[in-house]
C-alpha cells in the first residue's frame, strides 16, 4: 500500500506540471499522501496570529515577463528543513501588488515560498488572472531565486476580488493544486463545482462590490460537498477589509495552507471543529477533513 501510495503522489505531482507546462523533475515527491511535511514548531493561537512566524524572510523583486506583471518573491532564509511549498497571490482589478504584498513575509515566515505578482494590466478579467497566476508558478519551480527550495508537487494559489476570480478560475484548470483560496471573490457566471482543489473562501459580510449571494457564498455554496471546503465571512467588512493586513485573514489562510499545502494536521485545530470567531459573521466547512 506504502508503495502504491509513493507512486500516486509521484504521478500527481507530475500531472501538476504537465499542466504548468514544465519538464522539471519535482522534488520530495517520493512521499505518501498521509505524509506529513512540518516546517517549524508546533503552532498556537499566539503563533497563527503574529505579524511574522519563525522563519527569517528574504525579499526580491521579480521583473515583468514570464507571462505575468511582476512582483516580489519571498522566501524563508532556512534551508535544514527541505523543501517548501509555493503560492502566488494576485490582486484585484485595478489594484497593484503594492496592496497585497503584505502577505509576502507573513506567509513566507510560516514556511512557505510566496510570489505576490503585479498583473500584466490592471485592467485584467478573471480568466486572464488566472493565466497568470499559473504562469508565476510555473516561474517560481522553474527560473526564481527560490527554485531549489520549493517542492514542486505543493503548489497554491490566492488572490483578491478579480484576483479572486482568478484563484478558482485556476484551481478549476489545474486540479493538483493543493489549496485555492480566494478572497472577497469576484467572477460572473462562474460556477465551480469541478473544482478538486481544498478552497477556502473568505468574504466581507458587507461586500456591495462582490456581493456575497452572486459572489462568494454563491461560489462555495457551487462547490462540491465532498470537497474539503471553508467559507469564511469577516464581521461588517466590506469588499477591500478582508484583504487588508488583518489577523483573521492572516491566521485562516496560514492555517488552511499548513493544512492542505504541508499537509500539516497540527493545524486541524484551528479549522475544525468550526470555529467560534467574534470576528466573523459565518463560518462554514465540511469538518471534519479527509
Known amino acids: 500500500m ?19 507546462g514544465s ?24 503563533s497563527i496570529e503574529a505579524e511574522r512566524g519563525p522563519f527569517t524572510v528574504t525579499e526580491v523583486p ?6 505575468f ?23 484585484g482589478f485595478t489594484e ?55 517542492d514542486t508537487s505543493r503548489l497554491a494559489v490566492m488572490g483578491i476580488s478579480m484576483g479572486g476570480g482568478g484563484t478558482l478560475e485556476a484551481a478549476v484548470r489545474n486540479p493538483a493544486l493543493k489549496a485555492a483560496i480566494p478572497i472577497v471573490p469576484w467572477n460572473i457566471g462562474g460556477g465551480y463545482a469541478g ?7 473568505i468574504a466581507g459580510q458587507g461586500d456591495i462590490i462582490a456581493p456575497t449571494p452572486i459572489h462568494a457564498k454563491a461560489f462555495y ?3 462540491a460537498p465532498g470537497l474539503n471546503k471553508g467559507y469564511v465571512e469577516i464581521a461588517g467588512g466590506g469588499h477591500v477589509a478582508p484583504a487588508l493586513p488583518n489577523v483573521t485573514t492572516a491566521k485562516y489562510s496560514i492555517s488552511w495552507l499548513k493544512r492542505f499545502v504541508d499537509n500539516d494536521t497540527r493545524y ?17 466547512g465540511n469538518c471534519p477533513h479527509s
Request: overall charge positive; charged content about 20%.
Open 195 to 201: 473544482i478538486r482543489t481544498p478552497t477556502l473562501i
Open 96 to 150: 497593484s501588488e503594492l496592496f497585497l504584498r503584505w502577505f509576502g513575509p507573513r506567509l513566507a515566515s510560516q514556511g512557505f515560498v510566496v510570489l505576490t505578482i503585479e498583473t500584466n494590466s490592471v485592467f485584467d478579467f478573471p480568466s486572464s488572472r488566472a493565466d497568470q497566476l499559473l504562469a508565476a508558478l510555473k516561474f517560481m519551480v522553474e527560473q526564481s531565486r527560490a527554485k531549489d527550495r520549493i
Open 23 to 46: 519538464g522539471v523533475a519535482p522534488t520530495d515527491a517520493v512521499a505518501g499522501p498521509d505524509e506529513s511535511y512540518q516546517r517549524g514548531p508546533d503552532p498556537t493561537k499566539a
Open 268 to 284: 486541524e485545530q484551528f479549522l475544525c471543529p468550526i470555529p467560534k470567531d467574534p470576528k466573523t459573521s459565518a463560518f462554514l
Open 69 to 91: 506583471g511582476g512582483g516580489t518573491l519571498h522566501f524563508p532564509n532556512d534551508t535544514s528543513q527541505g523543501t517548501f511549498g509555493a503560492v502566488a497571490v494576485a490582486p
Open 2 to 20: 506504502r508503495i502504491r501510495n509513493k507512486i500516486a503522489t509521484a504521478v500527481a505531482a507530475a500531472v501538476a506540471f504537465a499542466i504548468l
Open 221 to 223: 455554496d457551487s462547490l
Open 62 to 67: 521579480v521583473a515583468r515577463g514570464n507571462g
